[in-house]
């Protein structure tokens, strides 16, 4: 699920785009685990993948 999550966040069709999306992917959760509750990491995640969705529905480097 985390991988569909890295995919859509760095925008479909964009190789560089699902690397930084992986890499910020990874360091969220590893900096939410280690500053709040570890049971909280996914939910994290995901608001961070809401939040972008929202702003920028293509992605970080998806064209419109």
């Known amino acids: 699920l985390l991988a ?4 859509a966040l760095g925008g479909f069709g964009s ?7 992986g890499v ?16 909280y ?3 994290i995640v995901f608001g961070l993948y809401l939040g972008v969705v929202i702003v ?3 992605g970080l480097f998806g064209r419109f």
Not at 15 to 21: D, N, P
Not at 25 to 32: A, D, P, R, V
């Open 41 to 43: 990491k996914t939910l």
């Open 15 to 21: 190789i560089i785009g699902s690397l930084v999306a």
């Open 56 to 58: 920028r529905p293509m």
């Open 24 to 39: 910020l992917i990874g360091l969220t959760e590893s900096l939410g685990g280690l500053l709040l509750d570890p049971s």
């Open 4 to 7: 569909f999550v890295a995919v």
